[in-house]
């Protein structure tokens, strides 16, 4: 009896491990998937819907992470991996996300999600519906309603257009810093020929091929 007595205490103890483990991943799984597919959700659900599903997110997390370290102190009879295990997986949650930005994973998937979304663009700007009469010069345009998540990372919205002797080169940001010679991004050259600095108003610029006719170029 008293053995029973001892297996029935410590179910309710394992149940609230388990409910832990599973809230720590409710909150922190979420915050990585946002991050992943930030600029689509950005483009469904409207830059400022998506700026408060991260913020959401962040506080989920924080929430969860505060549940984790408070059961992890507070569990102390129960063994070190079921009570330290909550932690782990919200310590993982920033550990993902920084693997994410430093690796290129997001940039690449993000090209492919959305190229031919940019094709749909760089019909537009061909048939001069973006150009604004534009000829032989390098300007800012804005992606029409719809197409914003084209261009991110401080770019929000817009597109680098230079068209001269008959080429056409649009740069596609994904990082644009405070002063317009810094960025990074995608960059379109119709006749396949690698972009140079002054066509996208840079004063160094160094480039990569992706496929025929398009670039990662950086500027930094």
Known sequence: MHHAGGISRSLPTLNIAVAVYWFAIA??????????????????????????????AVVAWLLGLTVSVLYAIAARCQSSILRTKPVFVQAATPLCILMLASSGIEDHFEYRLNQHTRR??????????????????????????????????????KILVSHE??????????????????????AYVSDGSTPGARDLRAFSLSSRPLEPNWFWVDSR
Not at 36 to 56: P, T
Not at 145 to 153: D, E, F, H
Not at 169 to 180: A, E, N, S
């Open 27 to 56: 909150t922190s799984v979420p915050g990585t998937l946002l991050y992943a597919f930030k600029y689509q959700v950005g483009d469904y659900w409207g830059d400022w819907n998506g700026a408060l599903a991260s913020a959401a």
């Open 165 to 186: 002797a008959d080429i056409t080169k649009i740069l596609f940001y994904r990082y644009k810093g405070i002063f317009f010679h810094e960025f990074s991004g995608y």
């Open 120 to 157: 749909e663009v760089i019909a537009l700007v061909e048939n001069a519906a973006l150009l604004n009469a534009m000829s032989n010069r390098v300007e800012l345009q804005d992606l029409p309603p719809g197409y914003g998540q084209l261009s991110t990372g401080g770019g929000q919205g």
